[in-house]
């Protein structure tokens, strides 16, 4: 298991999960990120092996030869023979790759081992605010996430990843349709906004249909931790945007901040509604969620994320101040199976998993408070 790489990232959280963020009490993370294609080769699901390999040198080719001007020091290229199944799902846990690139890692067992060699790849910045996935849905993705709600440095950085791309390799563009993707929904600007946030209040109030009900409307999807396909837990929800063609950029943004910050109104109101009305049974189910999360001695990853997201919210509202957002936002990432294993170097089996999460979460929670 050892690499390298991998037990560097794992003894740190990723730079978008650090606090002081605006409005990081609800909106844990926002992630902007272009679909881009090859010109003059298929899109990958029908592309030879050949043709992936020609576009994964190329987009080898195209940043490792070219001066980055990112405030971000060093991109770290990492392909997918580097690395195993059980690091892909780590990736995934931290968002830096997809669940459907991750399937296709996966795949890659069943077949020739040698048939997708050099044809699946990320570039992935040593932050872990930059990533750039080769031949998953599409043949480049570009994604740049940061802390609350914050569009315009991503989109800086977003902009001359796509520059740099562009100066060396011809996209596949129509005048009349734009960027053409794999997916029809992404045609267009090929531009997509995703936001992380954390709604307890407006799901212990019951309200949470509603306003998902009106997120819906605006042409928005919503889902869970990590995108498509994936089941929301924890009071997280990922809300983004579900059109791309017919609107710029900076209308998609604004659209979704917009919406966003409506949303951030109605969950403080439904948090000051708990504190008014059941502030003594508010106050007990965070105590006994932070007293289960610093005694416990087997914590499964789902019951674990349930308690830490009762804790986040005695946090944000300032019933509990014993524990920072940043330590709960590492315990988070930590928490999750694979991303233990790698920060344990271990293989551990389900059983092992609980009882080491429970410890290093019990360890991170008590050197908090020295």
């Known amino acids: 298991m050892e690499n390298n790489t991998f037990t560097i990232i794992s003894r740190t959280i990723p730079y978008w999960l650090v606090s002081g963020a605006p ?16 010109a003059g080769y298929r899109f990958p699901n029908l592309a030879s092996n050949e043709e992936l390999g020609e576009i994964f040198e190329m987009a080898r080719a195209a940043l490792e030869n070219t001066q980055i001007p990112l405030e971000t020091e060093k991109i ?30 996966k795949s890659r067992e069943k077949d020739d081992k040698n048939k997708h060699l050099s044809t699946l ?17 599409d043949h480049l993705r570009f994604q740049v996430i940061s802390a609350g709600l914050e569009f315009d440095k991503s989109f800086s950085k977003l902009n001359t990843l796509d520059d740099i791309f562009e100066s060396t390799l011809r996209y596949a563009f ?12 992404n045609v267009g600007t090929g531009f997509r906004v995703s936001i992380m946030a954390h709604l307890p209040g407006l799901v212990l109030t019951k309200e949470i249909n ?10 928005c999807l919503v889902r869970g931790l990590y995108g498509e396909g994936t089941e ?38 439904a948090r000051d509604f708990l504190l008014k009305t059941m502030k003594t049974e508010l106050e007990d189910k965070v105590y006994r969620a932070y007293a289960i999360l610093r005694s416990a001695r087997l914590l499964n990853s789902d019951e674990a994320l349930n308690l830490l997201a009762t804790v986040r919210l005695g946090v944000a509202t300032e019933i509990l101040n014993e524990v920072s957002l940043t330590t709960l936002n590492k315990i988070m990432i930590l928490l999750k199976p694979a991303n233990l294993q790698i920060f344990y170097n271990q293989t551990l089996n389900p059983y092992e998993r609980d009882e080491k999460r ?3 979460i019990r360890t991170i929670l008590q050197e908090s408070q020295n």
């Open 174 to 185: 129509s005048p009349q349709y734009g960027y053409l993707t794999a997916c029809p929904t």
């Open 358 to 360: 429970a410890s290093l």
């Open 232 to 269: 929301t837990r924890g009071y997280f929800f990922q809300i983004s945007n579900s059109i791309t063609l017919g609107q710029t950029e900076q209308e998609i943004m604004q659209g979704i901040k917009n919406i966003i910050t409506q949303l951030i109104n109605h969950e403080k109101k």
């Open 121 to 137: 790849g990320v570039f992935i910045s040593n932050d872990e605010t930059i990533s750039i996935m080769v031949n998953e849905e």
């Open 210 to 219: 509603q306003a998902l009900n009106a997120i819906w409307q605006f042409n």
């Open 76 to 105: 770290e290229f990492i392909t997918v023979t580097e690395f195993t199944d059980l690091q892909g799902e780590f990736l995934l846990e931290r968002h830096l790759i997809s669940p459907d690139f991750l399937k296709k890692i």
């Open 23 to 38: 409005f990081e009490d609800i909106v844990i993370s926002s992630r902007l990120r272009y679909a881009r294609n090859i």
